[in-house]
């Protein structure tokens, strides 16, 4: 199968031909090339679609100085001004959405309506939240419990919010502009000033949120760029002296690496990191509302969703009947390249990625599992997989255990219910789980009783930029969104007078 591109807008091109030839370091508001380069594909095609600079410690190292040097005039601004510009660059994205869109379904993959109708949304609702948040950083007035108070005078003592600093953020490439948008409207709602390195796969849209945030106002130095490879532009970030903090979404791995990297100046550090999100679906549950919810769970962007719904636990009962209507639905999607408005499943990101989802399901194939429906690559650039659907696993296997970060849904049956939240439970992993049912007994119990940052009801995927989203156990520490996000880029000072 050939996944021929349909022809770019005017604007996408416009900007290919601005960005996308070797001139994308944002650094100090200018925008220059680096020493060498590396190219970005479009992974439906394989074709190269732009040539960026390959930033390494030297432009890192630039970029910091840029950032600090930016620091006082943005901490000092007054939150209203802040605001001001976080609504400006919401308005901005969405005036310029369907070209956003475009950019990143070319370099990422997605079907078009993924980015166009979720993620884009996510980011513009991002910037508004957090553009009411920079006007509402408070200290506390605390009535001093000192003992000793000086003869005549009296102990007056309270606390204030202060930024942190430089933000160092480091992203991936599965939803790009989103999670760009997670690290910096907090950041910059709170008063920092930030380095971004994007993930090399998918740099694209973070060069045109450059150009959108100069054009909403956003002083120079304040928001730099550096594209660039994870083992240099990135090592660099996060061993950066300079930088106060690391925000980082991204393999459990690679976490580890920034941890150790962090350690030098002990930056703080927020870590937002894989998982193996269980989905359990009880003999109640309205199955309606299951098939396609838990389907989509797995199968939207292609299963490359850090909570996707990858483990599935279903009651005995309705077993056939859930696996018959989930398989259907893998059956029905539609693959192509992500910018035919058809496309309802895209390629994966990369050819390596699609060689390790592939060695995932061979592994579980030998093992002894059933493949219910999919397993196979297919197209000629070597990144379509089909979606997935695999029985008959054993908790030990890595398709059950591991991120497999693709379209395959691994499904286990149960009989008991304090069995299945100990099952789900069984993982190195925290970061979000569902539960489908209608009882409010089985929803309120498994809520309390499930390891995760998240449980949804009835539902997957429900991100708000109001709600905190992040991990326990191995899939980080930390939030984005919600207060909990602008709270990570705040410090608190006390201050303590006699009056
Ligand atoms: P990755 O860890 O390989 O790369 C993430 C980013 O880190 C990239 O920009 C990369 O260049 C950089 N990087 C790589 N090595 C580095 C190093 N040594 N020092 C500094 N930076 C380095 O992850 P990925 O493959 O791009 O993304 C997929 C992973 O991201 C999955 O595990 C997924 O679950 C996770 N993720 C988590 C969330 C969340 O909110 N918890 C959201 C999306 C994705």
């Given at each position: 199968m050939?996944h021929?591109?349909?022809?770019l807008?005017?604007a ?7 960005r996308?030839?070797g001139?994308?370091l944002l650094?100090a ?8 380069t590396?190219?970005?594909?479009d992974?439906?095609?394989g074709?190269c679609i ?8 030297a432009?890192?190292?630039e970029?910091v100085a840029a ?10 601004t007054t939150?209203?001004?802040?605001a001001?510009i976080l ?5 901005l ?12 379904t070319?370099?990422?993959?997605k079907p ?6 979720a993620?884009i949304p996510?980011a513009?609702n991002?910037?508004r ?7 509402a950083?408070?200290?506390?007035t605390?009535e ?5 108070q000086?003869a005549g005078?009296?102990m007056a003592t309270w606390?204030r919010?202060?930024?942190v600093g430089?933000v160092?953020?480091?992203v991936p490439?599965n939803?790009p502009?989103v999670?760009?948008a997670m690290?910096l409207?907090?950041?910059l709602?709170?008063?920092c000033t930030?380095v971004l390195?994007p993930?090399?796969?998918t ?5 045109r949120?450059g150009e959108?945030l100069?054009e909403?106002?956003l002083p120079a ?5 550096v594209?660039g490879?994870?083992g240099?532009a990135g090592?660099?970030?996060?061993g950066?002296p300079g930088?106060?903090k690391?925000?980082?979404?991204g393999?459990?791995?690679t976490?580890?690496a920034?941890?150790?990297a ?6 703080r550090?927020s870590?937002e ?6 989905m359990?679906?009880?003999?109640d549950a309205?199955l309606?509302l299951?098939?396609?919810g838990?389907?989509n769970a797995?199968?939207?962007n292609?299963?490359q969703v ?7 636990y279903v ?9 018959e209507?989930v398989a259907?639905?893998?059956k029905?999607?539609?693959?192509g ?13 990369s ?9 995932f ?7 002894g ?5 999919g397993?196979s690559r ?13 029985t ?7 398709i059950?255990?591991?991120e497999v970060f693709g379209?395959?849904l691994?499904a286990q049956?149960f009989?008991?219910?304090d069995?299945?939240i100990?099952?789900?439970n069984?993982?190195?992993y ?7 049912t209608q009882?409010?007994?089985?929803a309120?119990?498994?809520?309390d009783?499930?390891e995760a940052g998240t449980?949804w009801?009835n539902c ?6 109001a709600?905190p989203i992040?991990?326990v156990?191995?899939s ?14 705040l410090e608190?000072?006390t201050v303590?007078?006699v009056v």
């Amino acid at each position: 199968m050939v996944h021929t591109r349909p022809p770019l807008s005017e604007a996408a091109t416009a900007f290919l031909a601005r960005r996308g030839r070797g001139e994308g370091l944002l650094i100090a508001g200018t925008w220059r090339a680096a020493a060498s380069t590396f190219e970005t594909v479009d992974p439906a095609t394989g074709d190269c679609i732009g040539v960026l600079p390959r930033g390494g410690a030297a432009e890192i190292d630039e970029a910091v100085a840029a950032a600090r040097g930016a620091l006082p005039g943005w901490k000092a601004t007054t939150p209203v001004n802040r605001a001001k510009i976080l609504w400006a660059m919401a308005d901005l994205i969405e005036a310029h959405i369907d070209e956003l869109a475009e950019l990143e379904t070319l370099d990422q993959g997605k079907p078009l309506f993924v980015g166009r109708w979720a993620e884009i949304p996510g980011a513009v609702n991002q910037f508004r939240f957090f553009a009411g948040q920079a006007m509402a950083i408070e200290g506390q007035t605390i009535e001093s419990s000192i003992d000793y108070q000086p003869a005549g005078r009296k102990m007056a003592t309270w606390t204030r919010r202060e930024p942190v600093g430089v933000v160092g953020a480091i992203v991936p490439w599965n939803s790009p502009i989103v999670l760009t948008a997670m690290k910096l409207a907090p950041a910059l709602a709170a008063g920092c000033t930030i380095v971004l390195k994007p993930a090399e796969n998918t740099s694209l849209t973070a060069l045109r949120l450059g150009e959108l945030l100069a054009e909403a106002g956003l002083p120079a130095g304040v928001f730099n760029v550096v594209t660039g490879l994870g083992g240099e532009a990135g090592a660099a970030l996060a061993g950066h002296p300079g930088v106060d903090k690391i925000a980082f979404t991204g393999s459990t791995q690679t976490g580890r690496a920034i941890i150790d990297a962090a350690k030098g100046n002990l930056k703080r550090v927020s870590l937002e990191l894989g998982g193996k999100s269980p989905m359990i679906v009880m003999p109640d549950a309205d199955l309606d509302l299951a098939i396609p919810g838990v389907a989509n769970a797995i199968f939207f962007n292609g299963g490359q969703v850090c909570v996707a719904g990858s483990r599935l636990y279903v009651h005995s009962a309705i077993r056939d009947a859930l696996l018959e209507g989930v398989a259907a639905y893998a059956k029905g999607l539609v693959a192509g390249h992500g910018l035919d408005p058809a496309t309802q499943m895209g390629p994966l990101v990369s050819a390596a990625q699609a060689q390790r989802v592939e060695g995932f399901i061979a592994d579980a194939r030998a093992a002894g599992a059933t493949v219910l429906t999919g397993g196979s690559r297919f197209g000629a650039a070597g990144t379509f997989i089909q979606p997935t659907v695999i029985t008959d696993v054993t908790p030990d296997m890595p398709i059950v255990r591991d991120e497999v970060f693709g379209p395959v849904l691994v499904a286990q049956a149960f009989d008991d219910a304090d069995a299945v939240i100990a099952a789900a439970n069984d993982s190195d992993y925290g970061l979000a789980a569902s539960v489908w049912t209608q009882s409010l007994s089985h929803a309120h119990r498994m809520a309390d009783a499930l390891e995760a940052g998240t449980v949804w009801i009835n539902c997957h995927l429900m991100y708000d930029a109001a709600l905190p989203i992040g991990g326990v156990k191995q899939s980080g520490y930390g939030r984005d969104s919600g207060r909990a996000a602008l709270d990570s880029y705040l410090e608190w000072k006390t201050v303590c007078a006699v009056v």
